[in-house]
C-alpha cells in the first residue's frame, strides 16, 4: 500500500514543519513540502492541517492487567501487591488474551503505536500482539514476585518470542521479588543470546530500605551493579527513590530509565527524578505500566505529569520542556525498546504514526503545537493510529485482529468471574 498524508503539520526532529509525508508498505519513504501526483497513490488522506508525528512509546506495561482495572485502587503498593497478585494468577491464558487485546485497543485508540509488556505467560500474550500488529518488545524471565522457576525454559520463551517475529527482553520482577539466583540465571541467559535486560527499580521508600537492610547497606542500584545486572544494555522501571550516588551509577552504563508517574502518584511511590537523570545524560523514556495502578494508558497523562512533578517538586518551571517531553515519549522510549528507525517522522523510519486533531477548543488558537500536545491535549484527540505501515486505528474503527463488540463481551465475562470469586 502506498500513503499520501497531505496538508500536515508535521513533528519531526523536535520542530513541526508543514508539508506532506509518503508511506510505501512499511516506511516513511518522502517528508517535505512538494504534493507527489495524488494519482499514484492507493490511498490520500487529507489531515487538514492537524498534527502527523511518531506514535508514543508505552515503555512499560502489563497489558494482560488491563481486565484488572479499578479492583484494588487507593491502596499502598505492598497491600496493592498481596490484593492483585491472587486474582492476576486466576486469569485463564484465554483471559490473559482477551485483557490484552483490551489494552491493545486502549493503545491504538490513544495513539500508542509500541510497548514493553513485562508479564509472564508468554503464550496468550505474544498471541495478542502478533494478531493486532502493534510494536512490542516482550519481556521472558521472572516476571512474578517469589517465582521459584521459570514457567518455561529460558530459552523455550525465547522461542516463542522470536518466532511471532517479536523482540526479546530478559526480565526479572525486582530486587525484591526476584532471588540473587534467578537474577543470576536471567544475566547469564541475556549475555548468551546478546539479549538486553530490564526491572523494577527503586519504587518506593520500603523497596529501598529493606534492600540496604538486607544487602550490607547496598541500594537497589548497587545491588543490580553487584549482580553484574548492568553489563549489558538495561532499563531500570520508576528509580524514583534514587539519590545522587544512585543516579551517578547509573550514568556509568548503557541504562534506560521508565518514568511511570501516574502510577508513582497514584501507590504514593513519590516523584522519580527525572530531571536530574536527564541532566546526567540518562536515556529517559515514559511508560503507563498496567492499568491496576494507572488506571488508564494514557500517553498524554503521562507526559503532563512527566513535565510537571519535577517543575513543582524543585520549584523550577524552566526545566522539562514540553519538546524534552515529547522526546521521552517517542524516540526515547524506541531507544529504550531498541526500536531501530522507530519514533520520528524521517524518511527511512517505519511508518509508526499518528494524527492528532487540532480543532478543539483546547488547542485554539493553536500557538504552539508542542506545548498544546503536552499541557492540553487529550487521548480523545488522536483519530489515526498507523503501526509499521497497517491502520490499525482510524475514526472509531479498530483493525487489530478481534472487534470491539467481541472484545468487551470476553472481557465482562472475566469481570463477572473474578467477582465470584
Ligand atoms: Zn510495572
Not at 38 to 51: A, P, S
Not at 202 to 219: F, R
Not at 335 to 359: C, H, P, S, Y
Not at 372 to 384: E, G, I, M, R, T
Amino acid at each position: 500500500m502506498k500513503y499520501l498524508f497531505k496538508n500536515a503539520n508535521i513533528l519531526s526532529s523536535e520542530e513541526v514543519i508543514f508539508g506532506n509525508v509518503v508511506v510505501a508498505e512499511n516506511k516513511i519513504v518522502y517528508v517535505g513540502k512538494n504534493l507527489p501526483n495524488e494519482k499514484k497513490f492507493d490511498e490520500v488522506i487529507d489531515v487538514n492541517g492537524n498534527l502527523l508525528m511518531s506514535g508514543f512509546i508505552n515503555a512499560h506495561c502489563h497489558t494482560p492487567s488491563t481486565v484488572l482495572r479499578g479492583i484494588s485502587d487507593d491502596k499502598p503498593l505492598e497491600e496493592w501487591l498481596e490484593d492483585i497478585i491472587p486474582k492476576e494468577r486466576a486469569l485463564s491464558d484465554d483471559d490473559i488474551y482477551w485483557s490484552t487485546m483490551l489494552g491493545i485497543m486502549e493503545y491504538v485508540r490513544g495513539g500508542i503505536t509500541g510497548v514493553e509488556e513485562d508479564f509472564g505467560r508468554l503464550v496468550p500474550v505474544v498471541k495478542a500482539h502478533k494478531t493486532s500488529g502493534l510494536r512490542a518488545r516482550i519481556s521472558i524471565g521472572f516476571p512474578n514476585v517469589a517465582q521459584k522457576k521459570e514457567d518455561m525454559p529460558l530459552d523455550k520463551q525465547l522461542e516463542v518470542v522470536q518466532e511471532a517475529g517479536l523482540s526479546a527482553v530478559c526480565f526479572a520482577h525486582s530486587v525484591y521479588g526476584t532471588s540473587e539466583e534467578n537474577f543470576e540465571k536471567l544475566i547469564t541467559f541475556a549475555a548468551k543470546n546478546g539479549l538486553p535486560v530490564s526491572t523494577h527499580m527503586s519504587e518506593t521508600l520500603t523497596e529501598v530500605g529493606d534492600c540496604t537492610v538486607k544487602n550490607n547497606d547496598l541500594s537497589p542500584p548497587q545491588l543490580l551493579e553487584d549482580y553484574g545486572f548492568f553489563d549489558r544494555q538495561a532499563t531500570v522501571f520508576h528509580a524514583v527513590h534514587c539519590d545522587k550516588d544512585d543516579l551517578d551509577i547509573l550514568a556509568n552504563y548503557d541504562i534506560n530509565i521508565v518514568s511511570c508517574p501516574a502510577s508513582n502518584l497514584k501507590l504514593a511511590s513519590g516523584i522519580a527524578p527525572i530531571y536530574a537523570a536527564s541532566q546526567k545524560g540518562i536515556n529517559v523514556a515514559l511508560g503507563t505500566d498496567g492499568a491496576y495502578s494507572n488506571n488508564s494508558y494514557d500517553m498524554f497523562k503521562e507526559m503532563f505529569l512527566a513535565a510537571t512533578l519535577n517543575k513543582a517538586a524543585l520549584y523550577k518551571a524552566d526545566i522539562l520542556p514540553a519538546h524534552k517531553v515529547v522526546q521521552m515519549a517517542t524516540q526515547n522510549g524506541a531507544k529504550t525498546l531498541g526500536f531501530e528507525n522507530v519514533g520520528d517522522i524521517k524518511e527511512g523510519n517505519f511508518a509508526d504514526l499518528i494524527l492528532v486533531d487540532l480543532n478543539g477548543p483546547h488547542h485554539q488558537p493553536v500557538n504552539n503545537i508542542i506545548s498544546n500536545l503536552v499541557y492540553s491535549a487529550k487521548v480523545a484527540d488522536v483519530y489515526f493510529t498507523m503501526v509499521n505501515g497497517k491502520i490499525l486505528y482510524h475514526n472509531g474503527k479498530y483493525n487489530i485482529g478481534e472487534s470491539p463488540e467481541k472484545i468487551y463481551e470476553k472481557v465482562t465475562k472475566i469481570k463477572n468471574k473474578l467477582n465470584k470469586r
